[in-house]
C-alpha cells in the first residue's frame, strides 16, 4: 500500500494503484492517479466519463456498460477506449474498487469486454 499526497491529505492507495477508500475521492484525486498511471492532465470529456462512471456504480455496484457511458456522456463510440486506452484504468482513476474476478481483454486494442477469471 501507498499514499498520495494531494492539497495536504495522504490518499491511501493499494498495490494496483486503486483508493483504499472510494470516498477519498475528487477530481485532483483523479488527476494524481491519471499522472500515476502516465496519462498527464485529464481533459473535460475525461472527466465525464469518470464523474458518470462513479455516479453509475454508486446506483447499480456494477462497471456500466462502456457505449452507454459514451451515449450518456455525449462523447463518440468506444469513448472510453479513445480516451484511457483501458477501461480499468478509467475504472482505476474514477477511483473505484478493483473488480475481483474480472479483467478487461481486447482483441484489437480498440473494442473491450469484461471476462471472468480465477
Not at 498527464?40 to 457505449?67: A, H, T
Not at 483501458?86 to 475481483?100: F, M, R, S, T, V
Amino acid at each position: 500500500m501507498s499514499t498520495l499526497e494531494i492539497q495536504g491529505k495522504k490518499i491511501r492507495v493499494e498495490a494496483n494503484g486503486y483508493l483504499v477508500d472510494q470516498n477519498d475521492w475528487n477530481e485532483e484525486v483523479a488527476m494524481a492517479l491519471a499522472e500515476q498511471e502516465g496519462m498527464g492532465v485529464l481533459s473535460v470529456e475525461q472527466m465525464d466519463i469518470l464523474r458518470f462512471m462513479r455516479v453509475y456504480f454508486v446506483k447499480y455496484r456494477v462497471f456500466p456498460l462502456l457505449n452507454n457511458v459514451c451515449r450518456i456522456t455525449h462523447q463518440p463510440k468506444q469513448c472510453v477506449t479513445r480516451q484511457f486506452i483501458n477501461p480499468e484504468k478509467a475504472w482505476k482513476i474514477a477511483g473505484l474498487p478493483k473488480q475481483d474476478g474480472v479483467r478487461f481483454v481486447s482483441m484489437d486494442g480498440e473494442h473491450f469486454f469484461m471476462e471472468p477469471y480465477c
